[in-house]
Antibody, heavy 120, light 110 residues
Framework: QITLKESGPTLVKRTQTLTLTCSFS??????????VAWIRQPPGKALEWLAL???????RYSPSLKSRLTITKDTSKNQVVLTMTNMDPVDTATYFC????????????WGQGTLVTVSS | QSVLTQPPSVSAAPGQKVTISCSGS????????LSWYQQLPGTAPKLLIY???KRPSGIPDRFSGSKSGTSATLGIAGLQTGDEADYYC???????????FGGGTKLTVL
């Protein structure tokens, strides 16, 4: 049974750096082709893909946010960490991490999400 | 402005069938697998359809997916009040080098 859970601050100030951790179970990031992605959703708005890391440490970033994002994995701890620099109120959103079973881009298991509010 | 275009809302009566469209281009839907996600109020999205028309284990066959050219359609038959949710399509865009989603469609079961 695959489960994921996001953790991190619920409130950050403008210009600060956000660090979110995705802790997962039921799969290993040492298996070829498997990945973990981060997706966010501003209140009342659509989903937006942010970043993805594969088991071979291949990393992909949203082109519009690439300069602000870093994704890393700790295979031994079953964790993936996303950092986003220079936070702004427009970054207020629920941040989800998801399991990616292969390179087809399906996000098949999702965490419950964590709401991050950016204050000005 | 989302890369994939969905109608903002659709509605139908219980027991009826509804379809939700997702329109894109050759750089996304036209050449890559499409997925559909259901987001019930206050919850995380859930995978409904993957690789255009496949259902994950546990998803009833009332839900169906199809793709033709640069457009895709989600079909929901035998509508239930519990199907009221936001539905999103998503795929890879090779021009943007990014995974992209539609703007979402709110389904109301009247």
């Amino acid at each position: 049974q695959i489960t994921l859970k996001e953790s991190g601050p619920t409130l950050v100030k403008r210009t600060q750096t956000l660090t979110l951790t995705c802790s997962f179970s039921g799969f290993s990031l040492s298996i070829y082709g498997v990945g973990v992605a981060w997706i966010r959703q501003p209140p009342g708005k659509a989903l937006e893909w942010l970043a993805l890391i594969y088991s071979n440490d291949d990393k992909r970033y949203s082109p519009s946010l690439k300069s602000r994002l870093t994704i890393t994995k700790d295979t031994s701890k079953n964790q993936v960490v996303l950092t986003m620099t220079n936070m702004d109120p427009v970054d207020t959103a629920t941040y989800f991490c998801t399991h990616v079973p292969n390179t087809s881009g399906t996000f098949d298991y999702w965490g419950q999400g964590t709401l991050v509010t950016v204050s000005s | 402005q989302s890369v994939l275009t969905q109608p903002p809302s659709v509605s139908a009566a219980p027991g009826q069938k509804v379809t939700i469209s997702c329109s894109g281009s050759s750089s996304n839907i036209g050449n890559h697998y499409l997925s559909w996600y259901q987001q019930l109020p206050g919850t995380a999205p859930k995978l409904l359809i993957y690789e255009n028309n496949k259902r994950p284990s546990g998803i009833p066959d009332r839900f169906s997916g199809s793709k033709s050219g640069t457009s895709a359609t989600l079909g929901i038959a035998g509508l239930q009040t519990g199907d009221e949710a936001d539905y999103y399509c998503g795929t890879w865009d090779s021009n943007l080098s990014a995974w992209v989603f539609g703007g979402g469609t709110k389904l109301t079961v009247l």
